[in-house]
C-alpha cells in the first residue's frame, strides 16, 4: 500500500437534476443528484471532512498537480452555496486522516505523509474562535495522540460518543481495532475490534442507534464484509454482528440486489437509510459513481441514481471523495466532494436529495 491510490433549499445557484423520483413499483432509481459550485480549495482526494452546525469543513488530502500531502480547510455553507477558508490544521500536511464532530467541535488526525511516514497526532477544531495570528475563522489545539500511526482508518460517532479504529501503518500492517475518544478526560480508550478481517480504506455510516462498516482491503483485496455495531451492548458483551456480506448473493446463495464489495467509498445516512457511493471494487486502482441505499431493517440495498449520468453535466466516477449530510430548509441531503480517477484529483460538489423533484 506504499503508494498514494487514484481512487476513490440551497441559495440561488445553478444545478443540473439527475434521474427522476422513483414510484411505486415503476422501478425507476431512487434520488437525484445535483451538482453545486465547486470546492475552493486545490483538487485532492484523501480528504476529510466533519458537520458543526449546520456548515461542512473539508480539508487535507493529496493534491496530484503538485505532488503533495495538504493541510488547509475550508467551510461550506449550504445555504448560500459558498466556500470559506478557515484556518488551517496545525501539523504535517496529510492524506488518508479520519475526522469526526463531537460536542460542537470538530476532529482530525493520523493519516500519512508525502515519504509514507504513518502519523498518530491528533487535534480538536473549535469553530466559533478566531485565530489570532491570522485572523482566520477557527482555532486548533493537540490533544492525545491516536494510540499508533495510522492512516485508511474510520471514524465514526454515535449516541454523542466517537470512535477511530482500523487502518493501516507504514509497514504494510492492517487493524481491526476499534478506539473510542473520551474528550473529557482526553484519552483513547480500546474497545472491541472489528469482527472479521483487518481492514483498511473502509466505509461507516450511522443510521439512527447503529454503526455499519463494510468494504475495504486486506491483504491487498477488497473484502466483502459488512458488519453493524451496537453501541448499547458495548462492556457487556459483543457489540458486532456481521450482516450479509456484499457478495450479490444471500445466505443460500441466490442473488440478491447489493452493490459490489468496494474500497476507498463515500458513505453517509439520511432519516432511516444509508447511502452508499463510489470507491473501487475489485482493485485499488479503479473508481465507480453508483449509488445505493441501504435499509436496516432487512439488511438489503436498492440502487440509486448516479451522478455519472446526469445531463448535460456528468460526474466523474472517482473514489477517496468525502461524504457528509446536512439538513436543510429542503431536508436532510447527502454530499460527496472531491476524490480522483484516472490519474485526477477533482474539485467538484455534488448533493443527494433521496426523495427527488
Given at each position: 500500500?506504499?503508494?498514494?491510490?487514484?481512487?476513490?433549499?440551497?441559495?440561488?445557484?445553478?444545478?443540473?437534476?439527475?434521474?427522476?423520483?422513483?414510484?411505486?413499483?415503476?422501478?425507476l432509481l431512487?434520488?437525484?443528484?445535483?451538482?453545486?459550485?465547486?470546492?475552493?480549495?486545490?483538487?485532492?482526494?484523501?480528504?476529510?471532512?466533519?458537520?458543526?452546525?449546520?456548515?461542512?469543513?473539508?480539508?487535507?488530502g493529496?493534491?496530484?498537480?503538485?505532488?503533495?500531502?495538504?493541510?488547509?480547510?475550508?467551510?461550506?455553507?449550504?445555504?448560500?452555496?459558498?466556500?470559506?477558508?478557515?484556518?488551517?490544521?496545525?501539523?504535517?500536511?496529510?492524506?488518508?486522516?479520519?475526522?469526526?464532530?463531537?460536542?460542537?467541535?470538530?476532529?482530525?488526525?493520523?493519516?500519512?505523509?508525502?515519504?509514507?511516514?504513518?502519523?498518530?497526532?491528533?487535534?480538536?477544531?473549535?469553530?466559533?474562535?478566531v485565530?489570532?495570528?491570522?485572523?482566520?475563522?477557527?482555532?486548533?489545539?493537540?490533544?492525545?495522540?491516536?494510540?499508533?500511526?495510522r492512516?485508511?482508518?474510520?471514524?465514526?460517532?454515535?449516541?454523542?460518543?466517537?470512535?477511530?479504529g482500523?487502518?493501516?501503518?507504514?509497514?504494510?500492517?492492517?487493524?481491526?481495532?476499534?478506539?473510542?475518544?473520551?474528550a473529557?478526560?482526553?484519552?483513547?480508550?480500546?474497545?472491541?475490534?472489528?469482527?472479521?478481517?483487518?481492514?483498511?480504506?473502509?466505509?461507516?455510516?450511522?443510521?439512527?442507534?447503529?454503526?455499519?462498516?463494510?468494504?475495504?482491503?486486506?491483504?491487498g483485496?477488497?473484502?466483502?464484509?459488512?458488519?453493524?455495531?451496537?453501541?448499547?451492548?458495548?462492556?457487556?458483551?459483543?457489540?458486532?454482528?456481521?450482516?450479509?456480506?456484499?457478495?450479490?448473493?444471500?445466505?443460500?446463495?441466490?442473488?440478491?440486489?447489493?452493490?459490489?464489495?468496494?474500497?476507498?467509498?463515500?458513505?453517509?445516512?439520511?432519516?432511516?437509510?444509508?447511502?452508499?457511493?463510489?470507491?473501487?471494487?475489485?482493485?485499488?486502482?479503479?473508481?465507480?459513481?453508483?449509488?445505493?441505499?441501504?435499509?436496516?431493517?432487512n439488511?438489503?440495498?436498492?440502487?440509486?441514481?448516479?451522478?455519472?449520468?446526469?445531463?448535460?453535466?456528468?460526474?466523474?466516477?472517482?473514489?477517496?471523495?468525502?461524504?457528509?449530510?446536512?439538513?436543510?430548509?429542503?431536508?436532510?441531503?447527502?454530499?460527496?466532494?472531491?476524490?480522483?480517477?484516472?490519474?485526477l484529483?477533482?474539485?467538484?460538489?455534488?448533493?443527494?436529495?433521496?426523495?427527488?423533484?
Open positions: 500500500m506504499k503508494r498514494f491510490f487514484v481512487v476513490c433549499v440551497l441559495a440561488v445557484v445553478c444545478v443540473v437534476m439527475t434521474s427522476c423520483p422513483p414510484g411505486p413499483g415503476d422501478g431512487i434520488g437525484t443528484w445535483s451538482k453545486l459550485i465547486d470546492f475552493e480549495g486545490d483538487p485532492r482526494s484523501g480528504a476529510v471532512a466533519f458537520v458543526i452546525n449546520g456548515y461542512a469543513y473539508v480539508g487535507t493529496y493534491n496530484a498537480k503538485s505532488s503533495s500531502s495538504l493541510r488547509d480547510f475550508w467551510r461550506f455553507d449550504p445555504m448560500n452555496s459558498t466556500w470559506e477558508k478557515v484556518s488551517d490544521l496545525p501539523g504535517a500536511p496529510r492524506v488518508y486522516a479520519v475526522a469526526f464532530a463531537l460536542n460542537g467541535k470538530g476532529y482530525v488526525g493520523t493519516g500519512t505523509t508525502d515519504n509514507f511516514t504513518g502519523l498518530s497526532d491528533f487535534y480538536e477544531f473549535s469553530p466559533d474562535a485565530d489570532p495570528i491570522t485572523n482566520s475563522i477557527g482555532t486548533w489545539r493537540k490533544i492525545a495522540n491516536f494510540p499508533g500511526e492512516y485508511g482508518a474510520v471514524a465514526f460517532t454515535i449516541k454523542n460518543r466517537a470512535f477511530v482500523t487502518g493501516t501503518d507504514a509497514k504494510d500492517n492492517t487493524y481491526s481495532d476499534i478506539w473510542e475518544y473520551d473529557t478526560a482526553n484519552q483513547w480508550i480500546k474497545r472491541n475490534s472489528i469482527i472479521g478481517s483487518k481492514r483498511a480504506y473502509s466505509f461507516v455510516m450511522t443510521i439512527n442507534d447503529y454503526v455499519y462498516i463494510g468494504g475495504g482491503v486486506s491483504e483485496s477488497v473484502i466483502p464484509d459488512f458488519a453493524r455495531f451496537d453501541i448499547n451492548v458495548l462492556g457487556s458483551g459483543q457489540p458486532w454482528t456481521a450482516l450479509n456480506p456484499l457478495t450479490g448473493k444471500n445466505a443460500g446463495g441466490s442473488p440478491i440486489p447489493q452493490p459490489s464489495a468496494r474500497s476507498l467509498a463515500s458513505a453517509f445516512s439520511i432519516g432511516n437509510f444509508g447511502y452508499l457511493s463510489c470507491g473501487s471494487y475489485s482493485n485499488i486502482s479503479g473508481a465507480s459513481s453508483d449509488t445505493w441505499q441501504y435499509d436496516p431493517l439488511d438489503s440495498w436498492k440502487k440509486c441514481s448516479s451522478f455519472s449520468d446526469s445531463t448535460p453535466y456528468k460526474g466523474a466516477p472517482r473514489n477517496s471523495a468525502v461524504a457528509f449530510t446536512i439538513d436543510t430548509p429542503s431536508g436532510t441531503l447527502g454530499y460527496v466532494a472531491t476524490g480522483g480517477t484516472s490519474g484529483r477533482l474539485e467538484d460538489l455534488w448533493v443527494f436529495n433521496p426523495i427527488g423533484n
